[in-house]
T-cell receptor
Framework: EAQVTQNPRYLITVTGKKLTVTCSQN?????MSWYRQDPGLGLRQIYY???????DKGDVPEGYKVSRKEKRNFPLILESPSPNQTSLYFC?????????????FGPGTRLLVL | GNSVTQMEGPVTLSEEAFLTINCTYT??????LFWYVQYPGEGLQLLLK?????DKGSNKGFEATYRKETTSFHLEKGSVQVSDSAVYFC????????????FGSGTRLSIRP
């Protein structure tokens, strides 16, 4: 089954404690990205990757890091989480065909930073 | 810049009512337009899309027409069901280095039996 998986689904942590949210897709997609969803703001892109070892900032990259060492994986790293990073996070992937291509979303990771 | 504006919710309707959720966009060039749906506790999934002017996307009884003259992509359904209760996001994507999706703020829809 074609899917995007994220782990963990729920996470409670404290300010400053480094964490990683994993994302994996099994569709051989070139393009992957991370979004955060906040009430009244819709989804905003954090980082994206066009292919292995190619990443770039989205609209709200501050406080986040990513890496793309393998095509299927695109982890999101919070080196020193702060309460304003409490949010619902989604990983997404699509083929490299262009903006008309459908993006496939993971189930989401709900993060609470105390 | 590029942006999407959709009607604020929540929208509450009775079963079998007609649904319209308005969406307008601002973008240069010719973006692709999407409606995504988020059911409770789940991620987003594509509901329908249109990639050029006058295209009509349709799925599960929902439809939306890409209107370049009014920069709109309104979502409609003739007879809603309780199972349609969800949050609906209008979105656009266009050629750029990021090729990201730009989302509206979402509209929560609740259908009463």
């Amino acid at each position: 089954e074609a899917q995007v998986t994220q782990n963990p689904r729920y996470l409670i942590t404290v300010t400053g404690k480094k964490l990683t949210v994993t994302c994996s897709q099994n569709m051989n997609h070139e393009y992957m990205s991370w979004y955060r969803q906040d009430p009244g703001l819709g989804l905003r892109q954090i980082y994206y990757s066009m292919n292995v070892e190619v990443t770039d900032k989205g609209d709200v990259p501050e406080g986040y890091k990513v890496s793309r060492k393998e095509k299927r994986n695109f982890p999101l790293i919070l080196e020193s989480p702060s309460p304003n990073q409490t949010s619902l996070y989604f990983c997404a992937s699509r083929t490299g065909g262009g903006p008309q291509e459908t993006q496939y979303f993971g189930p989401g990771t709900r993060l609470l930073v105390l | 810049g590029n942006s999407v504006t959709q009607m604020e919710g929540p929208v509450t309707l009775s079963e079998e009512a007609f649904l319209t959720i308005n969406c307008t966009y601002t973008a240069t060039g010719y973006p692709s337009l999407f409606w995504y749906v988020q059911y409770p506790g789940e991620g987003l999934q594509l509901l329908l899309k249109a990639t050029k002017a006058d295209d009509k996307g349709s799925n599960k009884g929902f439809e939306a027409t890409y209107r370049k003259e009014t920069t709109s992509f309104h979502l409609e359904k003739g007879s809603v069901q309780v199972s349609d209760s969800a949050v609906y996001f209008c979105a656009l994507s266009r050629w750029s280095s990021a090729s990201k999706i730009i989302f509206g703020s979402g509209t929560r829809l609740s259908i009463r039996p």
